[in-house]
């Protein structure tokens, strides 16, 4: 019974360790459908189909524009990150 309630303590801690990347997850999954909600609610307010698609496909690039600078930022190697603030401290010194 304790191996149990030691594996779920672990999984939580886990879990807790995750949530920048699960938040991270969830603003992609919003940025990438915000060009099909938007459509959807520009039908739903009776608007035509030219300025349906126009503004889904502005609001889509944003949003991707968006995803890869915030996708650039996350797949930086740590290892250039460590190098050069390395060598920043040594020109200080």
């Known amino acids: 019974m304790a191996s149990i309630f030691s594996w779920i ?3 939580i801690e ?3 360790e ?3 990347d699960i938040f991270r997850g969830f603003i992609f999954f919003s ?3 915000s060009g099909l ?3 959807f ?3 739903y307010l009776g ?3 030219t300025i349906i698609a126009t503004t889904s496909i502005i609001i889509e690039i944003i949003s991707l524009l968006i995803c890869y600078l915030i996708f650039r930022g996350y797949f930086q190697p740590h290892e250039e990150v ?4 390395q060598k920043k401290n040594k020109r200080r010194r």
Do not use: D, Q
């Open 14 to 16: 886990y879990l807790l």
């Open 37 to 39: 909600g938007v459509a």
């Open 47 to 49: 608007f035509n189909g």
């Open 9 to 11: 303590k672990k999984e």
């Open 41 to 43: 609610l520009l039908i």
């Open 18 to 20: 995750s949530l920048p």
């Open 82 to 85: 460590r190098t050069s603030s």
């Open 31 to 33: 940025l990438a459908f």
